[in-house]
């Protein structure tokens, strides 16, 4: 078993305790140890939050999530100064050749797309195409397969008439929510280990304050999308069952430098990883396999 | 697996009281839970995590106070026989802890 996710449905009080968060509904309370705790979403609109809990779990480095009114999640917690060498460690990432953060990128999207591919095998879909594009992904993935291969494996995974853009999809909503929190839990370890998540590999959007977040997600995306097809049917809605699940998904077992490890530490170990080339450390970047 | 931690702690002048909160105070932040007095426990996830809580003790212990620690697999912890539980029920708050997601 791994570490634990909290779901704040119901309407609570949250409040910190000595290295504990205790959790009061109507007087009954819960105590849950820090050290026990990966993720927290507070979904409910009406739950109080007390502020020494809201500094101790950024300093615990805690994944949390608050949603909005459509209960889908809007902000989330992040620390400052979590890394001793922060100032250090943002110096370097800017200053990583371009080359490199080319080769980085091809070698994210080999793997999302070989992802992508074995979601589709497993589900008995065809999957030749992408494999024949996997040969054809260049450095900084100049002919943009990443794009070609997406709208090729949407629409085998959910149909020809299925777009992404589409928000009346309930699809599209579980897709969303799933990849927050998978984004959410990279942030946390981003800031962790004193990077800046602004400072991408390939996204280098001006309105984008995670981009690197963003990189770093892509190969995860399939493990989401394999939920989704399995689990969700056409008339459903995005309940609380469902959130569940998405949590439970970063206890996934995937497979990261031929051991089997979970998606939260695999996301962990790969953030390790980037900080170390971002010093020269290191050359590559290793990446997981499903 | 559970851990037990079983103490005494001698109480009879001001220092030893303050030992003792102190002790007790490093096992609430280590995320014990209140069994009965002086039995504390706390759930773990495994081995390795139940070892590293016991040198975690070890090393919180005071001078002069006499601890124990217990661990016994959750099928065992299940089959404890309750009489009389009118405190209480730490039970209820460990099979919590067992879960992967925890919904309030």
Redesign the interface.
Known sequence: MSLQKLYIKNKSYLSYKHNLISVKIDDYETTVCFDDIDTIIIENQQSTITSALLSQLSKADINVIFCDEKFMPSSILQGINKNSRTTKIQKAQIEVSKPKLNQIWKNIIIHKVNNQSKVLKKLHKNSDYLDSLISRITSNDKENIEATAAAYYFKELFGKEFSRNDPENINNAILNFGYAIFRSSICRYLVAYGLNPAFGIHHSSELNAFNLADDLIEPFRPIVDDYVVRNIKKEMELNSKIKIDLLKLLDKTVIYDSKNVTVSNCMKAIVANYQSICLLKCEELTLFEL | MVLFTMFDMPTNTKKDIKKYTKFR?KL????F?MFQYSIYI?FC??LVIAQKYEKKIELAAPVGGSIRVVKITEAQYKNMLVIENYREKPEK?LL?????????
């Not at chain 2, 919590?96 to 309030?104: D, E, G, H, I, R």
């Open positions: 105070k609430l932040e280590m995320g839970i706390r996830r495994s708050k919590k802890q067992t879960q992967a997601v925890l919904v309030f």
